[in-house]
């Protein structure tokens, strides 16, 4: 599904953290926020995710305002960067989890669980509790409890900074390859501009709470509008 955001904006009493951004992101793309620490990007993910109220403008997924939506309905799943995974629960229950909420259906939760487990190479695992799993397998859990939602768009909050440098590798070819695989739309923050030029099929740059400039990986690389870009996206310009 497509998300656009007009002139949005978000203020912490008198400090406007976001200012007017508008965005396009098309359906099945492969968005990244991408810019230095405090210049908004949670903030302006956990608004699309309806965690945060937008102080002015509108959000919409397809084509409907959800500015005013409630989080569970509008068709989103976050990952958080610290897995925020219940630590008493086996993996199992750990994905099954916001299912049951929901009270679906017993083999309901049982087939979405298994195929985000196959998805993810964590059938082996289902057993296990979060402390017995690698750094890589507990992340890969949190993307679980998101894919057994069906969402039509996923929001990664830097979902790999606590990894080390090897697995992050690994993790993105992973996210690239389930972006294939699901189809669906999603848009992903991260401080590391490496990590926003091998995943995004279109960058949004942010300093300050204000959008810089939006593109292809490679449009920003080659014709960055301003020095922060060219600078922050590492183009000799
Ligand atoms: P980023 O994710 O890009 O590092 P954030 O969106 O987390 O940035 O934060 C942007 C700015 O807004 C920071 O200066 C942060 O301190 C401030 N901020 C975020 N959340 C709140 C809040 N709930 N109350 C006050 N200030 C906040
Ligand atoms: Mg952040």
New binding site residues.
């Given amino acids: 599904m497509s998300v656009r955001l007009t002139n949005v904006a978000k203020s ?1 009493g008198a ?1 406007n ?1 976001i200012k007017d951004v508008s965005m396009d992101i098309p359906d099945g793309g492969f968005a990244v926020f991408v ?1 230095p ?7 302006l993910l956990r608004m699309i995710a309806g965690l945060e109220e937008t102080s002015s403008g509108t959000i919409s997924i397809e084509g409907q305002d959800v500015t005013q939506m409630e989080p569970a309905k509008r068709g989103v799943a976050m990952v958080f960067q610290n897995y925020a995974l219940y630590p008493h629960l086996s993996v199992f229950e750990n994905m099954a989890f916001s299912l049951r909420l929901a009270r679906a259906p017993k083999e309901d939760v049982l087939r979405r669980v298994g195929e985000a487990s196959r998805i993810l190479q964590l059938d082996e695992q289902l057993q296990k509790k979060p402390s017995q799993l690698s750094g890589g397998q507990r992340q890969r859990v949190a993307i679980g409890r998101a894919i057994v939602r069906q969402p039509k768009v996923f929001l990664f909050d830097e979902p790999l900074s606590n990894l080390d440098a090897e697995l992050r590798v690994q993790m993105r070819l992973e996210l690239t390859r389930l972006h294939r695989q699901l189809g669906a739309t999603m848009i992903y ?1 991260t401080h590391d501009q490496v990590e926003a030029m091998t995943l995004a099929d279109k960058i949004f740059v942010l300093k300050g709470g204000i959008l810089q400039q939006a593109g292809a990986p490679l449009d920003l690389y080659d014709n960055p509008d301003n020095r922060f870009v060219a600078g922050f996206i590492g183009s000799p310009a």
């Fill in positions: 912490f400090f953290v810019g620490s405090g210049c908004g990007k949670s903030t923050v």
